[in-house]
């Protein structure tokens, strides 16, 4: 049996009947509020007294979900940007403002963009490096071996940084994840900057790759789980195009410094700022809200603990007050459940072949052929490495070389930025 209603600020909702199988949204009214539904099924007396809600009576502005034992529900919509909390297919929706997604999201894309620009720097480092007048050094005659090594060194040290934050993400934490990120960034950088020798730049390369093995890992998860639900794909999507901006910023300062004698130390040295700006701003936010709950969920310290601690970093990260935030105790309530069920699910024992069957076998070669044709294609060998092959296709001047990098960066975050948000 349907029901069909339509809700006027302060007016009553008729009882519903006392076997509802279906009720469906309902039309438009010319009210600010748009419309309510309710689904489900629950008991209910035959003949229950109508109710009245005032918008201004709610805990909150947006939406009012109620809850029964039966998971009937009901949403009164006033309109505004609204999102589900943390992902957990709460009940509740939330307003958010962008300026508290801001800087959530701004703080964990430099770990991107960091990246990114040590692509494109190292394009005009090793032109630089390498050049009698430019490098100011007396060991600028490198090897096709240690020029390789300089440019892969970073690569390297990001392989390693994946493996080693494997076993120590759930521990770390994502914030301090990226913190760490930001200290391993700003320390390659300074010491790339000011090596004395191909030792010691090797060396500041590899540790400039450790983090951008933490910072890969932890920057996604950390805006996935911080931001709302409603934008969720499109910061991670901002977070891929931060990435582009930086190869662009690296060529950009590679064109800038390319006929300065010693310029590839700033090439390098130009990221630790950047560096130090991304870890005093993660040090300025919460720890992700469903870290803690997983914290708890595995039992790594008094549930009622890290509960208490969600709630406040919910609150704080969407601008809230904690005192009689009740929007961030359901949102944190209904994540907790959620998490619970989830990790339930994960003890079950599964077997490793179940990986290549149905869906999952569609996913593994969707994201694993992903990864392969990106790398098979040769593009981060060319934009690794684009001054120097621009210089060998006829660029010969190293400014002429580093200004068409400047136009492959343009055209690539141009492109990136095209591409439709998720």
Not at 70 to 82: D, N, T
Not at 116 to 127: L, N, Q
Not at 250 to 258: A, D, K, L, S
Not at 296 to 306: M, P
Request: glycine letters at 12%; charged letters at 15%; hydrophobic letters at 40%.
């Amino acid at each position: 049996m349907s029901l069909r209603a339509s809700l006027q600020l302060g007016s009553k909702i008729p009882p519903p009947t006392s076997n509802p199988s279906r009720i469906r949204p309902p039309k438009k009214s010319q009210s600010s509020v748009t419309s309510f539904f309710c689904s489900g099924s629950a008991k209910r007396s035959t003949n229950p007294p109508p109710r009245t809600i005032f918008l201004s009576q709610t805990p909150f502005s947006g939406r009012v979900a109620l809850s029964s034992s039966r998971r009937s529900k009901l949403e009164v919509q006033a309109g505004g940007e609204e999102a589900d909390s943390l992902g957990s297919g709460s009940l509740y929706r939330e307003e958010f403002s962008w300026s508290s997604v801001i800087l959530p999201f701004l703080f964990p894309a430099l770990g991107g963009l960091l990246f990114g620009y040590d692509i494109g720097a190292t394009s005009g480092a090793t032109i630089s490096l390498q050049s009698a007048e430019l490098s100011g050094t007396t060991w600028f005659n490198l090897s096709a071996v240690q020029l390789g090594l300089v440019v892969s060194g970073s690569l390297y040290g990001a392989l390693l940084g994946s493996i080693a934050v494997y076993p120590l993400a759930d521990f770390l934490g994502r914030r301090r994840e990226l913190i760490i990120a930001a200290i391993l960034y700003a320390l390659g950088g300074s010491l790339t900057s000011y090596a004395s020798g191909l030792t010691i730049l090797l060396i500041g390369r590899l540790i400039y790759g450790l983090g951008i093995g933490l910072a890969m890992h932890g920057a996604p998860l950390y805006i996935a789980e911080t931001c709302p639900t409603q934008i969720r794909g499109t910061l991670i999507s901002l977070k891929e195009l931060a990435i582009v901006l930086g190869i662009l910023l690296g060529y950009f300062v590679g064109n800038h410094e390319i006929n300065v004698v010693g310029g590839w130390r700033v090439m390098f040295g130009f990221s630790a700022p950047i560096a130090l700006f991304m870890g005093i701003g993660m040090m300025s936010l919460p720890p992700s809200p469903r870290w803690l709950l997983l914290r708890a969920v595995q039992g790594k310290g008094h549930l009622e603990e890290f509960r208490e601690k969600a709630i406040g970093a919910l609150s704080k990260l969407r601008g809230r007050q904690r005192a009689g935030d009740k929007v961030s105790e359901k949102q944190i309530e209904d994540a907790l459940v959620s998490l619970k069920t989830a990790y339930a699910d994960e003890e079950t024992e599964t077997s490793f072949l179940e990986l290549f069957q149905g869906s999952s076998l569609k996913a593994l070669i969707i994201g694993g052929g992903l990864v392969l044709f990106q790398q098979i294609t040769g593009q981060p060998s060319v934009l690794y490495y684009a001054g120097p092959i621009l210089q060998t296709a006829g660029f010969s001047a190293a400014s002429d070389a580093t200004r068409v990098s400047v136009i492959i960066g343009i055209f690539k975050s141009l492109m990136t930025g095209s591409c439709p948000k998720g």
